[in-house]
């Protein structure tokens, strides 16, 4: 028996054999994790011949999935639950499992340690955002965000989407600049300290949580549209397997980089449930949103742009 009705799970190469996201997902009988990572190709551009010529930052990805999921099996969360156990302690635990598998992985692929360690900013770069979910004796949902980096995590309902990790980059994100792409100042690394940050929160209705890495969300024209592509797929499957592709497809279609997408659909039973509950959302979004974007698009109207997702960002965060 699982707490959830099902799972999307989207993971895409730009281009095939060189991709640097990674993916995860452990769905228990009492609570459930789903993660996305995106190694940093920047600064994990070193290629190790000993782990298959991979370069640092798919390393990295990878090595933090493998990280997330044991931690999460060997201290049983799934089984006994962690009602009891903060946020703040989830983030500073997993965070010490992170370093020492890290630590493990960079020794027993690193040949060259002495002459690189100074000359890189950082070893075994990546992103990570994840959530676990559990279900209390009420009936609540107690969903907890984890992250490192740009990758996001959101709590999907009926009344919309919102963004509920904050992007750790230098720059202002998706404010007066849609297209802004700041330095990233936090991330999980092997050489240098990194913060895992959390947020918790409790949900007594369905709902759906999903986490991303950035191929996912920064090719859109504005931070509005990601959740028009979350509606506009929904309505047109006819199950929860064709709601995936066409994510894979509408999302692989806009995007210049790797995608990955991880989703968690809880409470609503079956599909055509989930979607005649979010059809009131979607005739809302279009009214509201969706037709004053094209439109303000058409008349290259960035102004009015700014003002709407001012209004759209009073929920959204």
Request: overall charge negative.
């Amino acid at each position: 028996m699982t707490i959830l009705d099902g799972i999307i799970g989207v993971n895409e190469e730009k281009r095939v054999g060189l991709g640097e996201d990674s993916a995860l997902r452990v769905d228990g009988d009492k609570a459930a994790i789903l993660c996305s990572f995106d190694g940093c190709g920047g600064s994990g551009s070193k290629r190790y011949p000993s782990a298959e010529g991979w370069t640092g930052a798919k390393i990295a990805a990878h090595t933090c999935a493998h990280a997330v999921g044991d931690w999460f099996l060997q201290n049983r969360y799934n089984l006994n639950g962690f009602s009891a156990i903060s946020a703040e302690s989830l983030a500073d635990d997993l965070k010490l499992a992170i370093q020492s598998t890290f630590n493990d992985t960079y020794s027993s692929i690193d040949q060259t340690r002495s002459a690189i360690k100074g000359s890189l900013p950082s070893t075994l770069p990546t992103t990570m955002s994840s959530f676990m979910l559990e279900q209390d004796r009420s009936g609540k949902i107690r969903c907890v965000f984890l992250w490192a980096g740009d990758s996001r995590g959101y709590l999907f309902t009926v009344k919309g989407l919102r963004q509920m990790t904050k992007d750790d980059s230098q720059a202002k994100t998706d404010d007066d600049d849609f297209a802004a792409d700041g330095v990233l100042s936090n991330y999980v690394n092997q050489q240098k300290d990194f913060v895992i940050h959390s947020r918790e929160t409790f949900v007594d209705s369905p709902m759906i949580a999903l986490t991303v890495t950035d191929g996912c969300y920064a090719y859109y024209e504005t931070p509005m549209d990601f959740e028009g592509i979350l509606l506009e797929t929904l309505m047109e499957a006819k199950s929860l397997l064709e709601w995936e592709q066409l994510l894979r497809e509408r999302i692989g279609h806009v995007a210049s980089d790797d995608y990955t997408l991880q989703m968690a659909i809880v409470g609503h039973g079956t599909f055509q449930a989930l979607k005649n509950a979010y059809r009131p959302r979607m005739s809302d979004y279009r009214r509201l949103f969706s037709e004053p974007i094209a439109w303000m698009q058409a008349q290259n109207d960035r102004d009015g742009l700014i003002r709407l997702w001012n209004e759209y960002k009073k929920f959204y965060r």
